[in-house]
């Protein structure tokens, strides 16, 4: 599918499920697959009503440590803190202050502000965790062959590329052993 045609299934879905209510939805897949992508564009589609939480901002420093794929997937993406300090204050209505992670220092840098707007956009991997999906109301997740995935994930700015595949391992264990794609409300095939 096309970032529109991708955009468009998405949207279809949420104007079906929206109430006037808040509505909390990850979007998730792995590196690469497109989520941003879609996450922009389902934020220029209902222009003013969407709120965007990167996964990306919570991730933790681990200075270089090698872990197996599964204490990667427990260890690198601190969802608790994504919990506490953004989905339970948006889902009270409250809007959120965080700090966001920092790829290239390895630290938590500027601090930012979301809105609790109608749409509130989980975007990034491991967003389906089974700890968040009590607080999700939709969730969406994006296939994208691995390796149309490297091909982007390589060609991001990056000083360093070495990380990738430790990080793929982790992926991998999180499809494979918690296979959020089977918990998703809609399942896109990206590019």
Same mark, same amino acid.
């Given at each position: 599918?096309?970032?529109?045609?991708?955009?468009?299934?998405?949207?279809?879905?949420?104007?079906?499920?929206?109430?006037?209510?808040?509505?909390?939805?990850?979007?998730?897949?792995?590196?690469?697959?497109?989520? +941003?992508?879609?996450?922009?564009?389902? %934020?220029?589609?209902f222009?003013?009503?969407?709120? =965007?939480?990167?996964?990306?901002?919570?991730?933790r /420093?681990?200075?270089?440590?090698?872990? +197996? /794929?599964?204490?990667?997937?427990?260890?690198?993406?601190?969802?608790?803190?994504?919990?506490?300090? &953004?989905l339970?204050?948006?889902?009270?209505?409250?809007t959120?202050?965080?700090?966001?992670?920092?790829? +290239?220092?390895g630290?938590? $840098?500027?601090?930012?502000?979301?809105?609790?707007?109608?749409?509130?956009?989980?975007?990034?991997v491991?967003?389906?965790?089974? %700890?968040?999906? /009590?607080?999700?109301?939709?969730? =969406?997740?994006?296939? $994208?062959?691995?390796? %149309?995935?490297?091909?982007?994930?390589? &060609?991001?700015?990056?000083?360093?590329? +070495?990380?990738?595949?430790?990080?793929?391992?982790?992926?991998?264990?999180?499809?494979?052993?918690?296979?959020?794609?089977?918990? &998703?409300?809609?399942?896109? %095939?990206?590019?």
């Amino acid at each position: 599918m096309t970032p529109e045609q991708t955009a468009s299934a998405a949207c279809a879905m949420l104007n079906h499920r929206r109430t006037g209510a808040r509505i909390i939805v990850a979007i998730d897949g792995a590196g690469g697959a497109g989520k +941003s992508t879609l996450a922009r564009g389902i %934020e220029d589609a209902f222009v003013g009503c969407v709120s =965007i939480v990167r996964c990306d901002d919570f991730y933790r /420093p681990l200075s270089g440590a090698t872990l +197996s /794929p599964q204490e990667a997937y427990d260890n690198y993406f601190d969802w608790r803190r994504l919990r506490d300090e &953004a989905l339970k204050p948006l889902r009270n209505g409250q809007t959120v202050r965080y700090q966001r992670y920092d790829w +290239s220092t390895g630290r938590l $840098t500027e601090w930012i502000d979301v809105e609790p707007r109608e749409i509130v956009l989980i975007e990034g991997v491991f967003s389906m965790r089974p %700890e968040l999906r /009590p607080m999700i109301g939709v969730a =969406i997740f994006i296939e $994208t062959p691995r390796e %149309e995935r490297m091909r982007r994930l390589l &060609a991001r700015p990056q000083p360093d590329a +070495s990380w990738i595949d430790q990080w793929m391992a982790a992926e991998d264990w999180y499809l494979e052993n918690v296979a959020p794609q089977h918990h &998703a409300d809609l399942v896109i %095939e990206g590019l």
